[in-house]
């Protein structure tokens, strides 16, 4: 994927193709719902939740969850429905102390000042938000007024808490983060290291980094097992090729995830033609953890047979200016087409590989994007276009 100034294949400069690539026209059957959409939302609905009290029981993740309009009106009603309860319960204090009524000199009431339910509702608002104006206040004469002054002030406290940290979870909340992590639109089948490999790209516009990212991909398909039963949403692992062995990488510029299409591998039967006619969808999960804030984020999205290239390539992103390495983020999703056999990986391998294909047929497979037609007898090993 690395290129250097000036060593970028002339192929690649000269052809701009756009990431819309127009691939075979055929009149195919009507396509399953994809499981995970292009934008990481997993296209799932739960219909007939008969424990609807489960959601209660967890209210934080709850409130984190709904919208922001319905978080601020719970909010607003919650306070206003605690400074009118409070404001009942204070007017009932003065009217049972007979603080309301006319009294002369020397009785002291409960709370002063308070002539009227308008009084007792602007009291309890300056208890709960201690915004004291300093007109009214709670006295010693009623122990019951002292109880109730401390229960709305720990009522207060506990309201502002859930709502503090209730905003700061929806304003840090991790798919934020995910915005700015991005899949190329297609991804693409052609042979690496003369083997066929499954690859897409993966790229980071912040220069703030994910530490420890991790990627999985998973095939997600219609199967039946041996004793009949169907199992709509099949979901397969599919191995990642990576130099340490793991699935870790080090996300600071694109980088180009590729499965090799081996014996353990899903897409291990599948071929050029029966990519078209499949069902099949590819899921991509980008994990990693933010490394301004610590908080945990994951990314997703997903390729089904129609937005699977085969035979092509991507182009290289990265060249070095001036000392240092620039991305053109304009080439990110940028494909070229690059001799590929229509056959699957097992097919290949049953055949000897692409070595014997080569010999089998005595042509010499360049990376070319110019040659539109195969040559003369070149049966086996044919450009996708």
Same mark, same amino acid.
């Given at each position: 994927m690395l290129s250097r100034k000036g060593l970028v294949p002339e192929d690649y400069l000269l052809t701009r193709l756009a990431e819309d690539v127009q691939q075979p026209k055929f009149k195919a059957s009507q396509r399953k719902a994809r499981f995970v959409t292009k934008n990481g939302r997993c296209n799932v609905a739960h219909t007939n939740i008969r424990e609807q009290g489960r959601f209660l029981q967890d209210v934080f993740t709850t409130l984190v969850d709904l919208k922001w309009l319905h978080t601020l009106i719970i909010f607003t009603m919650s306070y206003l429905c605690s400074w009118l309860l409070f404001g009942m319960i204070w007017w009932l204090i003065a009217f049972a102390h007979g603080d309301m009524d006319e009294r002369g000199a /020397? *009785?002291?009431?409960?709370?002063?000042?308070?002539?009227? +339910?308008?009084?007792? +509702?602007? +009291?309890?608002?300056?208890? %709960? *938000?201690?915004?004291?104006? !300093? /007109?009214?206040?709670?006295?010693?004469e009623c122990v019951s007024a002292i109880i109730i002054l401390i229960v709305q002030n720990i009522v207060g406290l506990v309201i502002n808490?859930?709502?503090?940290?209730?905003?700061?979870?929806?304003?840090? %909340?991790?798919?934020?983060?995910? $915005?700015?992590?991005?899949?190329? #639109?297609?991804?693409?089948?052609?042979?690496?290291?003369?083997?066929?490999? +499954?690859?897409?790209?993966? /790229? =980071?516009?912040?220069?703030?980094?994910?530490i420890s990212a991790t990627v999985r991909m998973q095939v997600v398909?219609?199967?039946?097992?041996?004793? !009949? $039963?169907? *199992?709509? @949403? =099949? %979901?397969? =692992?599919?191995?990642?090729?990576?130099?340490?062995?793991?699935?870790?990488?080090? @996300? *600071? &510029?694109?980088?180009?995830?590729?499965?090799?299409? =081996?014996?353990?591998?899903?897409?291990?039967?599948? &071929?050029? &033609?029966?990519?078209?006619?499949?069902?099949?969808?590819?899921v991509v999960v980008l994990e990693g953890v933010v490394e301004t804030t610590g908080i945990t984020t994951q990314a997703r999205t997903s390729y089904v047979s129609d937005e699977i290239l085969w035979g092509r390539r991507f182009v290289p992103t990265v060249s070095e200016e001036d000392g240092m390495y620039a991305v053109d983020y304009a080439k990110f999703g940028l494909t070229v087409r690059v001799p590929t056999p229509?056959?699957?990986?097992?097919?290949? $391998?049953?055949?000897? !590989?692409?070595?014997?294909? #080569?010999?089998?047929? !005595?042509?010499?497979?360049?990376?070319?994007?110019?040659?539109?037609?195969?040559p003369p007898g070149h049966m086996k090993l044919s450009v996708i276009s």
């Open positions: /020397g *009785v002291v009431p409960c709370v002063t000042d308070i002539r009227s +339910f308008s009084s007792a +509702f602007l +009291f309890s608002i300056e208890v %709960q *938000v201690t915004i004291g104006f !300093g /007109g009214r206040m709670v006295t010693e808490a859930i709502m503090l940290g209730c905003i700061f979870m929806k304003t840090a %909340q991790a798919n934020r983060r995910a $915005e700015t992590l991005i899949f190329s #639109k297609h991804a693409v089948v052609s042979l690496r290291n003369n083997k066929l490999c +499954f690859m897409m790209r993966i /790229g =980071d516009l912040r220069k703030s980094m994910i398909r219609k199967t039946s097992t041996r004793e !009949g $039963e169907l *199992v709509p @949403l =099949d %979901q397969i =692992d599919i191995h990642i090729e990576n130099p340490e062995g793991t699935n870790g990488i080090f @996300l *600071v &510029s694109p980088l180009v995830i590729c499965h090799v299409i =081996d014996k353990n591998s899903p897409l291990y039967g599948v &071929s050029a &033609s029966d990519l078209l006619r499949d069902d099949l969808e590819v229509c056959c699957s990986a097992k097919t290949l $391998e049953e055949t000897g !590989g692409i070595a014997h294909l #080569k010999t089998h047929d !005595g042509a010499h497979v360049r990376a070319t994007v110019r040659r539109r037609k195969p």
